[in-house]
């Protein structure tokens, strides 16, 4: 089963990394036509906002949740990030963006190739160019996971000369799938689109989860995962995850994406999407350390990609989050 990413919150009523820091259109749950007609698209608006919490005229905010400020330097409590100082008032710039999308050929079917192509737009001024940062070594993160989160992958687009961010890809089975856009514009925020997408051909048995699952084992490989407290909503979390081979800890785990572990984790209505980035550690394992916290309840899938051996490993997690208490 393929599998993989952090953690970061983003809700697509209110979207941003592990937090509701940007407000996006609502997305619908009816799978995109991408073969009603050449050229058509699906667009995701969302933009950054937040409230201020220091008085000093330092204001410091994550770049991932910009709802998170600070009257000095720190860390993001939801994703691990270090605060950048910005000029930015507590409301945001107004800005707001939307995800250009489209594949070809439209109409997808199993086994058979197709090219996503994503262009950020500003709205209101579609034609204008977005330049997007490098964020985890990459301008663009594209996430595409089953609807029962069963299927989970990783893919980065490629720049074209015609602006926009290309990437081939095959599904293996029919049904349907969400399609997630994790980048940042120059300047801005943390933004995420999202498109549901349907795939004609054979579909699998949908997977059903229901309990936690906190340990994940592949090819020798295992991966455990816990936080220092109960999961709740509303509570700042530190997560770890100790990786061993053959019983023995992997102490020589490499960078991925300029991390020791990259992790993504998705809400079973696919419409919570937490992008977490590890602590700073001088070490290279067994053990990976994140912070997060959760602002819905409910069951959701964990995604932790690893690299060791020169071999991208992901595994795969079920946590069940509680309400606030």
């Known amino acids: 089963m393929p599998v993989g990413v952090l953690l970061a919150a983003f809700t697509f009523l209110s979207a941003g990394c592990s937090s509701n820091s940007s407000d996006t259109a609502a997305a619908t749950e009816k799978p995109t036509d991408l073969s009603a007609a050449p050229g058509d698209s699906t667009s995701t608006a969302m933009h950054a906002g937040g409230a201020d919490h220091g008085s000093s005229g330092h204001i410091y905010s994550c770049p991932m949740h910009p709802e998170v400020r600070s009257d000095k330097p720190g860390t993001c409590p939801k994703c691990g990030m270090t605060l950048e100082h910005t000029d ?12 250009q999308f489209t594949a070809q050929p439209a109409h997808l079917v199993a086994g058979q190739p197709v090219t996503f192509s994503f262009l950020p737009q500003l709205a209101g001024q579609a034609k204008a160019p977005v330049p997007l940062a490098v964020v985890h070594e990459k301008k663009m993160h594209v996430i595409i996971v089953s609807k029962d989160l069963s299927e989970f992958f990783h893919q980065h687009p490629t720049f074209t000369a015609q602006g926009r961010y290309d990437v081939p890809f095959t599904f293996k089975t029919g049904g349907d799938y969400v399609v997630y856009e994790d980048y940042t514009p120059v300047g801005e925020g943390h933004q995420l689109g999202r498109q549901v997408v349907s795939v004609a051909g054979a579909a699998k048995k949908p997977v059903v989860y229901k309990q ?14 816990s936080f220092d407290k109960p999961v709740q909503v509303g509570q700042p979390l530190f997560v770890q995850v100790k990786v061993t081979k053959g019983g023995q800890p992997v102490t020589d785990l490499e960078n991925y994406l300029g991390a020791l572990g990259h992790m993504v984790v998705i809400s079973q209505n696919t419409e919570q999407y937490l992008h977490v980035h590890p602590q700073d550690q001088t070490d290279k394992g067994p053990v990976i350390g ?9 069951l959701y899938r964990v995604f932790l990609q690893i690299n060791h051996g020169g071999q991208i490993r992901t595994a795969d997690f079920t946590v069940n989050v509680a309400p606030a208490a």
Do not use: C, I, N
């Open 212 to 225: 936690d699952a906190m340990r994940w084992s592949q090819d020798g490989y295992e991966a455990v995962l």
């Open 88 to 99: 930015k008032p507590a409301g945001g710039d107004g800005k707001v963006y939307q995800m």
């Open 290 to 298: 994140f912070h997060t916290g959760f602002d819905k309840p409910g």
